[in-house]
């Protein structure tokens, strides 16, 4: 599994065009050849770039949901909404499908944000006020989600 790392601040072209900066790019040459998938969020306004082999893996998980429960395939309809492969080209460039920067108010400064085995694409303005909400308490939702996780009588912290 890809871990990445960083926050990346780039610009996009009237075409749609992202030229991966150069720190990221290093981080993803193992899966450049492969291609990926972009789709919306489904938490924020933002998009997600999946290397093809995280994106086979997330799709292995789906592909065992049962689709003749209703609340699974409106599920799988929605996750999968706007799908699209792409691939880095020559240049060094992604191109970003005009539905998807519609969907997800794509202008012409953008942030990509690494998500562990994903890239986030995000406007910069959002991705700002994203981090800026007042009404998230980051040290909460850290022990909600990580504090119960040191159940390792090694571990230090």
């Not at 789906?62 to 909404?81: E, G, P, S």
């Not at 009404?135 to 119960?148: I, R």
Request: net charge negative.
């Amino acid at each position: 599994m890809l871990n990445l790392i960083g926050v990346h601040e780039c610009k996009m072209d009237a075409k749609g065009r992202v030229m991966i900066p150069s720190g990221l790019k290093k981080q993803l040459l193992p899966v450049l050849e492969k291609g990926f998938v972009i789709k919306r969020s489904v938490f924020q306004k933002c998009l997600e770039l999946y290397p093809m082999d995280e994106w086979q893996s997330v799709m292995s998980k789906v592909n065992r949901l049962n689709r003749f429960v209703k609340k699974n395939n409106d599920f799988i309809r929605m996750f999968t909404a706007g799908v699209k492969i792409i691939e880095v080209d020559a240049n060094g460039r992604l191109n970003i499908p005009k539905d998807l920067m519609l969907y997800s108010n794509l202008k012409s400064e953008l942030v990509l944000s690494s998500a562990v085995g994903i890239v986030e694409i995000w406007d910069k303005n959002q991705y700002e006020e994203t981090l800026e909400n007042p009404e998230m308490d980051f040290g909460s939702l850290a022990e909600d989600v990580m504090g119960s996780l040191n159940n390792d009588l090694n571990d230090l912290s």
